[in-house]
Nanobody
């Protein structure tokens, strides 16, 4: 069983910063990628940023230059540093991990954490 524990988030004013963290534990045989998605009310869940073990990082166009995803060395933990936050960044943010077991991918999700950008 794989567990993802998210932390960070909260309420911040426009232009402010927040840092999200996600730590994975359990039977993680071969992690493929790990990152963050978000879902705003009435909208579909979308990719925000992702770290892929084989190819590195990628970001949604809407957060490029403002958000940075990083990974702790030797741990299955990722952080999302969010700067210059905008009201449109308000959403529930979900940590995602894809693990490969005998070549079969399986996705795991965190419980979600609220980020609200408002004055």
């Amino acid at each position: 069983q794989v567990q993802l524990v998210e932390s960070g988030g909260g309420l911040v004013q426009p232009g402010g910063s927040l840092r999200l963290s996600c730590a994975a534990s359990g039977s993680i045989v071969s992690p493929n990628f790990m990152g963050w998605y978000r879902q705003a009310p009435g909208k579909e869940r979308e990719l925000v940023a992702r770290f892929t073990w084989s190819t590195g990082t990628n970001y949604a166009d809407s957060v490029k230059g403002r958000f940075t995803i990083s990974k702790d060395y030797g741990k299955i933990t990722v952080h999302l540093q969010m700067n210059s936050l905008k009201p449109e960044d308000t959403a529930v943010y979900y940590c995602n991990l894809q693990n490969l077991r005998l070549g079969v991918p399986r996705d795991y999700w965190g419980q979600g954490i609220q980020v609200t950008v408002s004055s």
